[in-house]
């Protein structure tokens, strides 16, 4: 009997896109509200995606395409 496949996290497989060069891109956090105490280029540094590195990157990777 073959075994059943482990389902993906779909809750973290929309918050993590894969890039073509094989590495996570992610979306920063604490941009949504609570802004006006907030410098402008904090909030524009907050705009940029970026990149999941090292052992947390080989942990979600297991978790999303499981």
Known sequence: MATQKM???RSAAKRFKLKPNGKLKRIKG??????????QSRIRR???????DG??????RKVIFA
């Open 7 to 9: 389902k993906s996290n």
């Open 30 to 39: 604490s941009k949504h509200h609570c802004n006006v105490h907030k410098a």
């Open 46 to 52: 907050l705009k940029e995606s970026d990149v999941v």
């Open 55 to 60: 052992n947390k990157a080989d942990k979600l």
